[in-house]
């Protein structure tokens, strides 16, 4: 299962930004417009994983770990590393808040 989140969250980061460059061709005539049904298709996409969870979650996660194997190590290892940044940059934080908090 925490491979399965790690890959949700990279997948929805990766759906966000798709999602955004198609919109952004709607508006900047310098950048590739989306084709039909591009927008709708993604933002249905990242919907559904969104709402995605349990064996529902571990059953997409398995479908893209067998298809596309690389793919998905590579997004959980760089969903990983986000999470340590995260949890770092909150330490530091914390630590800043109350310098003489024990964490």
Same mark, same amino acid.
């Given at each position: 299962?925490?491979?399965? =989140?790690?890959?949700?969250? $990279?997948a929805?980061?990766? *759906? &966000?930004?798709?999602? @955004?460059?198609?919109?952004? *061709?709607?508006? @900047?005539?310098? !950048?590739?417009?989306?084709e039909? &049904?591009?927008?709708?298709?993604?933002?249905?996409?990242? $919907?559904?994983?969104r =709402?995605?969870a @349990?064996?529902?979650?571990v &059953?997409?996660?398995l479908?893209? $770990?067998?298809?596309q194997p =690389?793919l998905?190590? *590579?997004?959980?290892? $760089?969903?990983?590393?986000?999470?340590?940044?995260?949890h770092?940059? !909150? =330490?530091?934080?914390?630590?800043?808040?109350?310098p *003489?908090?024990?964490?």
């Open positions: 299962m925490p491979k399965a =989140r790690l890959w949700q969250r $990279a929805l980061a990766l *759906g &966000d930004e798709v999602l @955004d460059s198609l919109k952004a *061709g709607l508006t @900047d005539s310098k !950048l590739p417009h989306p039909i &049904d591009e927008v709708a298709f993604w933002t249905s996409q990242i $919907a559904s994983w =709402r995605m @349990d064996a529902e979650l &059953d997409e996660y479908w893209w $770990a067998g298809h =690389r998905t190590a *590579g997004m959980i290892y $760089a969903a990983n590393l986000r999470e340590m940044a995260e770092h940059a !909150l =330490r530091q934080y914390l630590r800043t808040v109350e *003489g908090a024990a964490i």
